[in-house]
């Protein structure tokens, strides 16, 4: 399992329940990155979709301890969780979202794709400082490009000893 989101410098990754950034490269590395796997999300981070609806070509679980209606598959804690990902490859089940599923999450990810933003985007959410946490390392930074007057870095963190689930 992996995760995957964009961080400000001060790793906000979300406002009002919605990104802070527009960032056509960012948009496009994660359609690309996700299409064809498996996202695992909370119930908020789906309604923050457009109409709410789960993203097309993908299958999409939802954590909630609510049943989600939709083309989703609802599980209610981590048990069911686990249990609904191993029947996929692990390397396709990407965690997208929002901040308490990020913070549950990455310490069972293997890796983290980050893109990060060189600003400061009035968050009121945030991921987990990878930089600052001895379990991940930087495998890999992308040069920096700018993406709709942003400037961006996509990188990659490595999880040095995930928990097994």
Not at 79 to 84: D, H, R
Not at 98 to 111: D, F, I, M, Q, R
Not at 129 to 147: K, N, R, T, V, Y
Request: proline share 7%; glycine share 8%; net charge negative.
């Amino acid at each position: 399992m992996r995760a995957i989101f964009h961080a400000d410098r001060e790793w906000g990754i979300g406002k009002a329940n919605g990104l802070m950034f527009s960032l056509p490269k960012d948009m496009e590395f994660f359609r690309k990155t996700t299409s064809g796997k498996t996202v695992v999300m909370g119930r908020n981070t789906l309604l923050s979709f457009p109409g709410g609806r789960p993203l097309k070509n993908r299958v999409n679980i939802v954590l909630s301890p609510e049943d989600v209606a939709g083309d989703v598959v609802t599980v209610h804690d981590l048990g069911e969780l686990f249990a609904a990902v191993k029947r996929f490859p692990q390397d396709d089940v990407f965690v997208i979202g929002g901040a308490s599923v990020y913070k549950a999450l990455l310490p069972y990810c293997t890796e983290a794709l980050v893109t990060k933003v060189d600003a400061v985007g009035g968050a009121d959410v945030f991921a987990p400082d990878l930089d600052a946490d001895p379990a991940f390392s930087l495998l890999s930074e992308s040069a920096p490009q700018d993406d709709n007057g942003y400037t961006i870095r996509f990188c990659t963190y490595a999880n040095r000893s995930p928990k097994p689930f």
